[in-house]
């Protein structure tokens, strides 16, 4: 069964491949309607956007074989692209860097790659760009790519908070009624009650006075909480979740502390929130932020017979 699975896992790799080189148009006898092959516009955007590197730093990126790469410098140097110039540190290294010459022979080339794909993001939707873009993301980050190069300093943060935008709570019903199935062996009714909930955000949301925040980690929700309107001195928190892969990082407390900022910001005097006894993570956090319990009953809900309990903060 592994091995079936395995194998069809391998035609799906292939068959994307196949798709992808010609989305881009790999396969074209000149990359972005050049003279150069793929290769050779690879090489070229190294040398572009890195200051003075030696060929085996482009080789170490790029994955190529040392030889290959020497033919394709020998052939930019007769073209007038590049230019060499010895490595004080290291005499048998040549620091290479594009020539004014080479420098006006990749810029059209680069425009032209950043104009063919936003021909093709233009043929999504915003949404569905955002999809791409984060799958995209996805294999980067599991085939272990970005690992191998400088990160810009906001895409080294373990993960950021946001606003609700539509499609997120569809997101908020699906990862609750999955979790606490699967952790707290949770019926459908609890799916149903956060349905409930959600609908009764969404219909009667109130900007001033209510949030939704969204916790995302490498363009992938990983968390969310909100904020509601009980009363005009009392709010509500709700629907707090941190998908297993992303706890340990400080987002559940980092969701409350938002919460609880935004309360105060708009005036509220108190925080109440409902949770269950054995949600051992969640009233840490709620107890560390302030929260203390006001209130306990046993009740039958969710197929399980539980222990229901209301926290409260003054604010």
Not at 69 to 85: A, C, G, V
Not at 155 to 177: I, Q, T
Not at 244 to 270: H, M, N, T, W
Request: proline share 3%; with cysteine.
């Amino acid at each position: 069964m592994a091995a079936a699975a395995l194998d069809e896992r391998i035609a799906a790799v292939r068959e994307f491949n196949r798709f992808y080189t010609k989305q881009i148009g790999v396969l074209r006898d000149g990359l972005l309607h050049s003279p150069f092959s793929l290769t050779e516009v690879r090489v070229l955007y190294e040398l572009a956007h890195r200051e003075r590197p030696t060929a085996a730093e482009i080789a170490g990126e790029l994955g190529l074989d040392a030889g290959y790469l020497s033919r394709i410098l020998r052939d930019f140097t007769k073209r007038r692209l590049i230019d060499k110039k010895r490595s004080v540190s290291d005499g048998r290294q040549s620091l290479l860097a594009l020539t004014p010459r080479g420098l006006k022979t990749f810029a059209p080339l680069d425009s032209r790659a950043n104009q063919e794909i936003a021909e093709m993001l233009r043929g999504l939707f915003s949404a569905d760009q955002r999809r791409l873009v984060d799958a995209m993301r996805t294999i980067e980050t599991l085939l272990g790519a970005r690992a191998h190069r400088p990160q810009p300093e906001q895409d080294k943060l373990p993960y950021l908070l946001r606003p609700h935008r539509p499609g997120d709570m569809g997101w908020v019903v699906h990862r609750h009624g999955a979790l606490y199935a699967e952790e707290h062996r949770y019926d459908e009714q609890f799916e149903a009650l956060v349905a409930n909930i959600v609908a009764e955000f969404i219909q009667n949301f109130d900007a001033k006075h209510e949030r939704c925040w969204i916790a995302e980690r490498d363009g992938e929700i990983v968390g969310s909480v909100s904020l509601v309107k009980k009363s005009a001195t009392i709010a509500k928190l709700r629907l707090l979740l941190v998908e297993p892969k992303a706890r340990g990082l400080g987002i559940g407390r980092r969701l409350v502390d938002e919460c609880v900022s935004f309360a105060r910001q708009v005036g509220y005097r108190k925080i109440t929130l409902w949770t269950q006894s054995h949600l051992n993570s969640a009233r840490c956090i709620y107890k560390n932020a302030g929260f203390h319990l006001v209130h306990r009953k046993r009740h039958h809900s969710f197929g399980l017979d539980l222990v229901a309990e209301t926290w409260d903060l003054d604010l």
